[in-house]
C-alpha cells in the first residue's frame, strides 16, 4: 500500500513540476493590456505628448549623425523656427540659428523616416536603422549642406537624450 502511495505522490509532484513553470511564466498572456500599439501617429501625438508633460524640449530642426569611438550615434541639432509668413509658398519661412546641439541617441529612442518623399509615408525605425537610412539618404541626395540642412526634423529632447525624431 505504501509503494502504490509513493508511486501516485511521485507523479503527483511529477506533474506539478511540469505544470508549475507554464503557470508561473505567463505563457500567453500578454504582459501590458493597456500598452499602446507603437505606430506613427501613436508617437506624433500621444507619445510626444507624454514627452512634453514629462518635462521633455521640442526643437525643430535639422540633424546630422555620426558614430563616436564608443559606438554610441550622436546627433547634431541645427535648430530652426518657422516664422508664419503669407509671402512665402507654404506660408512660413525658416529661420537657422547659429549655436547647434549635440545630444546622444539612445538604443530606446523611436525616430520616425520618411520613406517616399512625394508620398510622405514614413516609418518607424532603429537608432540604427535611422543612422543608417540618413546617412545612404544623404549619399544618394547631397551632403548635409546642400541637402540635409534643409530637411527638418521633430526633436524631443529630455535630460540630454533625444527620445524620439519625427519626420516632417
Do not use: W
Not at 503557470?23 to 508617437?43: F, H, R
Not at 509671402?87 to 537657422?96: F, M, P, T
Request: net charge negative; proline share 3%.
Amino acid at each position: 500500500m505504501a509503494k502504490k502511495f509513493n508511486t501516485q505522490f511521485m507523479c503527483f509532484l511529477f506533474a506539478i513540476l511540469l505544470i508549475l513553470p507554464l503557470i508561473l511564466s505567463g505563457c500567453g498572456i500578454p504582459k501590458d493590456k493597456d500598452a499602446p500599439e507603437i505606430t506613427v501617429d501613436y508617437l506624433s501625438h500621444g507619445y510626444a505628448d507624454q514627452l512634453i508633460s514629462d518635462g521633455a524640449e521640442k526643437i525643430i530642426g535639422s540633424i546630422e549623425l555620426l558614430k563616436n569611438e564608443k559606438e554610441e550615434i550622436l546627433v547634431t541639432v541645427h535648430q530652426k523656427e518657422l516664422i508664419p509668413d503669407e509671402n512665402e509658398e507654404n506660408g512660413y519661412r525658416i529661420v537657422s540659428y547659429a549655436a547647434n546641439q549635440e545630444y546622444s541617441l539612445p538604443s530606446h529612442a523611436y525616430c520616425t523616416f520618411l520613406t517616399g518623399k512625394k508620398s510622405g509615408s514614413s516609418e518607424i525605425l532603429s537608432s540604427e536603422e535611422f543612422l543608417t537610412a540618413i546617412q545612404e539618404d544623404y549619399k544618394n541626395n547631397g551632403d548635409f549642406s546642400e541637402y540635409g540642412d534643409f530637411i527638418l526634423y521633430d526633436i524631443y529632447v529630455l535630460d540630454d537624450q533625444i527620445q524620439l525624431i519625427l519626420a516632417r
